[in-house]
């Protein structure tokens, strides 16, 4: 079955950075798009990024804009997010997503705090 699980959330002092993963099985991973969103309490799931199968386009909210940098490793089966210059407002649960014949899958999240 689809599985795509994510890591490398955690706290982070304002203007930090982190890389988060997210490691992808059970479907052919390298004719898929990736994206990750993300989930602030109180706030609706938004899109962050998006990259195509092969890497060639990515997609950002314009939030985002300039300082995160989605991509990916087809031979690892992973999606990575660079974020940088981090603001409190990123703040959330960032989740990883693909669709795979028609249904929508989603990781458990892994959780991004900046704070100071």
């Known amino acids: 079955q689809v599985q795509l699980v994510e890591s490398g959330g955690g706290l982070v002092q304002p203007g930090g950075s982190l890389r988060l993963s997210c490691a992808a099985s059970g479907f052919i991973f390298s004719i898929n798009a990736m994206s990750w969103y993300r989930q602030a309490p109180g706030k609706e799931r938004e899109l962050v990024a998006r990259?195509?199968?092969?890497?060639?386009?990515?997609n950002y909210a314009d939030s985002v804009k300039g300082r995160f940098t989605i991509s990916r490793d087809n031979a690892k089966k992973t999606v990575y997010l660079q974020m940088n210059s981090l603001t409190p407002e990123d703040t959330a649960n960032y989740y990883c997503n693909t669709y795979w014949r028609g249904y929508g899958y989603w990781g458990q999240g892994t959780q991004v705090t900046v704070s100071s």
């Open positions: 990259i195509t199968s092969t890497g060639s386009s990515t």
